[in-house]
Protein backbone atom coordinates (compact mmCIF):
# COMPACT_ATOMS: atom_id res chain seq x y z
CA UNK A 1 0.00 0.00 0.00
CA UNK A 2 1.04 3.41 -0.48
CA UNK A 3 0.82 6.29 1.64
CA UNK A 4 1.49 9.88 1.10
CA UNK A 5 1.57 11.47 4.27
CA UNK A 6 1.36 15.65 4.10
CA UNK A 7 4.29 16.09 1.96
CA UNK A 8 5.01 19.79 0.82
CA UNK A 9 7.02 20.07 -2.83
CA UNK A 10 9.24 23.06 -3.97
CA UNK A 11 10.60 24.60 -7.20
CA UNK A 12 13.13 26.84 -6.19
CA UNK A 13 11.10 29.29 -4.35
CA UNK A 14 7.83 28.37 -6.01
CA UNK A 15 5.51 25.51 -3.88
CA UNK A 16 4.23 23.39 -5.72
CA UNK A 17 2.67 21.11 -3.06
CA UNK A 18 1.08 22.25 0.36
CA UNK A 19 0.60 19.10 2.97
CA UNK A 20 -0.60 16.79 0.27
CA UNK A 21 -1.89 12.83 1.44
CA UNK A 22 -2.84 10.30 -0.54
CA UNK A 23 -3.54 6.44 -0.37
CA UNK A 24 -3.64 4.00 -2.94
CA UNK A 25 -4.27 0.29 -1.99
CA UNK A 26 -3.93 -3.13 -4.16
CA UNK A 27 -6.60 -3.79 -6.20
CA UNK A 28 -8.22 -0.60 -6.33
CA UNK A 29 -7.65 2.86 -8.78
CA UNK A 30 -7.10 6.12 -6.81
CA UNK A 31 -7.63 8.81 -9.20
CA UNK A 32 -5.93 12.09 -8.96
CA UNK A 33 -8.30 15.33 -10.15
CA UNK A 34 -8.00 18.97 -10.70
CA UNK A 35 -7.82 21.67 -13.50
CA UNK A 36 -4.40 22.18 -14.96
CA UNK A 37 -1.81 23.54 -13.20
CA UNK A 38 -2.55 22.42 -9.46
CA UNK A 39 0.11 19.77 -8.79
CA UNK A 40 -1.34 16.62 -9.86
CA UNK A 41 1.59 15.70 -12.36
CA UNK A 42 4.39 16.98 -9.19
CA UNK A 43 2.26 14.60 -6.98
CA UNK A 44 2.98 12.15 -9.39
CA UNK A 45 6.65 12.95 -9.73
CA UNK A 46 7.36 13.28 -5.89
CA UNK A 47 5.57 9.47 -5.59
CA UNK A 48 8.28 8.00 -8.32
CA UNK A 49 11.34 10.44 -6.96
CA UNK A 50 11.66 12.64 -9.99
CA UNK A 51 11.06 15.50 -7.82
CA UNK A 52 12.33 15.30 -4.00
CA UNK A 53 9.86 16.45 -1.00
CA UNK A 54 10.67 19.14 1.22
CA UNK A 55 8.57 17.39 4.07
CA UNK A 56 6.14 14.84 4.88
CA UNK A 57 6.60 10.91 3.98
CA UNK A 58 5.77 8.71 1.07
CA UNK A 59 5.33 4.99 2.63
CA UNK A 60 5.33 2.05 0.30
CA UNK A 61 4.50 -0.87 2.52
CA UNK A 62 5.10 0.59 5.08
CA UNK A 63 8.68 1.63 4.61
CA UNK A 64 9.91 4.99 3.87
CA UNK A 65 11.16 5.72 0.22
CA UNK A 66 10.89 9.65 0.21
CA UNK A 67 14.92 9.27 0.15
CA UNK A 68 15.00 6.89 -2.68
CA UNK A 69 16.25 7.52 -6.09
CA UNK A 70 13.58 6.52 -8.92
CA UNK A 71 15.45 3.78 -10.30
CA UNK A 72 15.69 1.83 -6.42
CA UNK A 73 12.09 2.71 -6.24
CA UNK A 74 11.32 0.95 -9.70
CA UNK A 75 13.18 -1.95 -8.32
CA UNK A 76 10.54 -1.60 -5.25
CA UNK A 77 7.90 -2.38 -7.46
CA UNK A 78 6.91 1.43 -8.31
CA UNK A 79 6.04 1.89 -12.05
CA UNK A 80 5.64 5.45 -13.87
CA UNK A 81 4.05 6.28 -17.37
CA UNK A 82 4.90 9.71 -17.60
CA UNK A 83 2.25 12.61 -19.59
CA UNK A 84 3.29 12.74 -23.26
CA UNK A 85 4.63 8.97 -22.85
CA UNK A 86 8.41 9.53 -23.21
CA UNK A 87 8.96 6.25 -25.23
CA UNK A 88 12.71 5.99 -27.62
CA UNK A 89 11.29 7.31 -30.64
CA UNK A 90 14.71 5.82 -32.74
CA UNK A 91 13.96 1.84 -31.17
CA UNK A 92 11.92 -0.39 -31.66
CA UNK A 93 8.82 -1.38 -30.15
CA UNK A 94 10.96 -4.31 -29.19
CA UNK A 95 13.36 -2.71 -27.60
CA UNK A 96 11.47 0.06 -26.14
CA UNK A 97 9.77 -2.65 -24.18
CA UNK A 98 13.25 -4.63 -23.36
CA UNK A 99 14.45 -0.96 -21.59
CA UNK A 100 11.81 -1.96 -18.86
CA UNK A 101 14.40 -4.76 -18.05
CA UNK A 102 16.24 -2.34 -15.89
CA UNK A 103 14.42 -2.63 -13.10
CA UNK A 104 12.97 -6.43 -13.20
CA UNK A 105 14.27 -8.93 -11.56
CA UNK A 106 16.46 -11.23 -13.30
CA UNK A 107 14.81 -14.84 -13.64
CA UNK A 108 12.04 -11.72 -15.29
CA UNK A 109 13.70 -10.01 -18.02
CA UNK A 110 11.11 -11.15 -20.77
CA UNK A 111 8.07 -9.68 -21.72
CA UNK A 112 4.88 -11.11 -20.06
CA UNK A 113 2.34 -12.52 -22.79
CA UNK A 114 -0.49 -10.73 -21.19
CA UNK A 115 0.67 -6.84 -22.36
CA UNK A 116 0.23 -8.40 -25.42
CA UNK A 117 -3.54 -9.34 -24.28
CA UNK A 118 -3.98 -6.19 -23.40
CA UNK A 119 -2.21 -4.09 -26.29
CA UNK A 120 -2.36 -6.68 -29.27
CA UNK A 121 -1.07 -4.13 -31.43
CA UNK A 122 2.38 -4.07 -30.12
CA UNK A 123 2.84 -7.56 -30.67
CA UNK A 124 1.94 -6.77 -34.52
CA UNK A 125 4.23 -3.66 -35.04
CA UNK A 126 7.32 -5.59 -32.60
CA UNK A 127 10.18 -4.42 -35.40
CA UNK A 128 8.52 -0.76 -36.05
CA UNK A 129 10.36 2.07 -34.53
CA UNK A 130 8.30 3.96 -31.48
CA UNK A 131 8.33 7.33 -33.49
CA UNK A 132 6.25 5.69 -36.25
CA UNK A 133 3.40 4.59 -34.09
CA UNK A 134 0.20 7.19 -33.60
CA UNK A 135 -0.41 8.58 -30.30
CA UNK A 136 -2.41 6.38 -29.02
CA UNK A 137 -0.29 3.34 -30.42
CA UNK A 138 2.21 5.52 -28.35
CA UNK A 139 0.46 5.10 -25.07
CA UNK A 140 -0.13 1.65 -25.11
CA UNK A 141 3.42 1.04 -25.37
CA UNK A 142 4.78 3.50 -22.77
CA UNK A 143 2.02 1.30 -20.78
CA UNK A 144 3.12 -2.13 -21.89
CA UNK A 145 6.71 -0.89 -20.86
CA UNK A 146 5.61 0.13 -17.60
CA UNK A 147 4.32 -3.29 -17.09
CA UNK A 148 7.56 -5.22 -17.81
CA UNK A 149 8.69 -4.17 -14.75
CA UNK A 150 6.22 -6.43 -13.13
CA UNK A 151 5.06 -3.18 -10.98
CA UNK A 152 3.11 -2.90 -7.87
CA UNK A 153 2.42 0.48 -8.07
CA UNK A 154 1.17 1.70 -11.54
CA UNK A 155 1.53 5.49 -11.47
CA UNK A 156 -0.49 7.11 -14.73
CA UNK A 157 0.03 10.59 -15.88
CA UNK A 158 -3.19 11.28 -18.00
CA UNK A 159 -2.53 8.35 -20.44
CA UNK A 160 -5.71 9.52 -22.42
CA UNK A 161 -4.62 13.05 -23.38
CA UNK A 162 -4.62 13.27 -27.14
CA UNK A 163 -5.82 9.57 -27.62
CA UNK A 164 -8.46 8.26 -29.66
CA UNK A 165 -11.92 7.23 -28.64
CA UNK A 166 -11.63 3.75 -29.20
CA UNK A 167 -7.71 3.30 -27.73
CA UNK A 168 -9.36 5.31 -24.92
CA UNK A 169 -11.38 2.35 -24.02
CA UNK A 170 -8.45 -0.19 -24.58
CA UNK A 171 -6.61 1.39 -21.62
CA UNK A 172 -9.23 1.27 -19.60
CA UNK A 173 -9.98 -1.91 -20.38
CA UNK A 174 -6.84 -2.81 -19.67
CA UNK A 175 -6.21 -0.30 -16.25
CA UNK A 176 -9.62 -2.30 -15.10
CA UNK A 177 -8.02 -5.89 -15.76
CA UNK A 178 -4.90 -4.67 -13.98
CA UNK A 179 -7.09 -3.97 -10.96
CA UNK A 180 -9.26 -6.84 -10.68
CA UNK A 181 -6.16 -9.08 -10.11
CA UNK A 182 -5.93 -7.78 -6.95
CA UNK A 183 -2.28 -7.27 -6.30
CA UNK A 184 -1.75 -4.26 -7.87
CA UNK A 185 -2.52 -0.30 -6.81
CA UNK A 186 -3.00 2.15 -9.57
CA UNK A 187 -2.55 6.01 -9.25
CA UNK A 188 -4.05 7.88 -11.94
CA UNK A 189 -4.24 11.55 -12.73
CA UNK A 190 -6.83 12.15 -15.11
CA UNK A 191 -8.34 15.37 -16.59
CA UNK A 192 -11.45 13.11 -18.90
CA UNK A 193 -13.80 13.12 -16.01
CA UNK A 194 -16.10 10.13 -17.21
CA UNK A 195 -12.92 8.10 -17.73
CA UNK A 196 -12.11 8.91 -14.05
CA UNK A 197 -15.08 8.35 -12.57
CA UNK A 198 -15.82 4.77 -14.41
CA UNK A 199 -12.71 3.67 -13.10
CA UNK A 200 -12.06 5.14 -9.82
CA UNK A 201 -12.18 3.20 -6.64
CA UNK A 202 -10.66 6.12 -4.70
CA UNK A 203 -10.03 10.08 -5.71
CA UNK A 204 -8.19 13.22 -4.37
CA UNK A 205 -9.18 16.88 -5.81
CA UNK A 206 -6.53 19.04 -5.81
CA UNK A 207 -6.85 22.58 -5.92
CA UNK A 208 -3.63 25.52 -5.77
CA UNK A 209 -1.47 22.79 -4.97
CA UNK A 210 -3.91 20.80 -1.99
CA UNK A 211 -5.98 18.38 -1.69
CA UNK A 212 -9.84 19.81 -1.48
CA UNK A 213 -11.80 16.97 -1.85
CA UNK A 214 -11.49 12.92 -1.29
CA UNK A 215 -13.40 10.12 -0.86
CA UNK A 216 -13.98 6.77 -2.44
CA UNK A 217 -16.80 6.00 -5.36
CA UNK A 218 -19.59 5.66 -3.15
CA UNK A 219 -19.33 9.11 -2.13
CA UNK A 220 -18.18 11.07 -5.20
CA UNK A 221 -20.71 14.09 -5.81
CA UNK A 222 -19.72 14.39 -9.18
CA UNK A 223 -21.57 18.16 -9.78
CA UNK A 224 -19.19 19.06 -6.97
CA UNK A 225 -16.03 17.28 -8.35
CA UNK A 226 -16.76 18.76 -12.25
CA UNK A 227 -17.12 22.37 -10.75
CA UNK A 228 -13.62 22.19 -9.09
CA UNK A 229 -12.05 20.20 -12.23
CA UNK A 230 -13.76 23.87 -14.75
CA UNK A 231 -13.02 26.99 -12.18
Known sequence: MLNVENIDLFYGAAQALRRVSLTARPGRVTCVLGRNGVGKSSLLRAIVGHQPVRSGRILWDGRDISKLPPHKR????????PQGREIFPLLSVRE????????????????PGEIFDLFPVLQEMMGRRGGDLSGGQQQQLAIGRALVTRPKL???DEPTEGIQPSIIKDIGRAISYLRNKGDMAIVLVEQYFDFAKELADDFIVMDR???VLAGDRASMNENEVRAL???
Do not use: I
Open 74 to 81: AREGVAYV
Open 96 to 111: NLDTGFAAAPRGERFV
Open 154 to 156: LVL
Open 209 to 211: GQV
Open 229 to 231: MSV
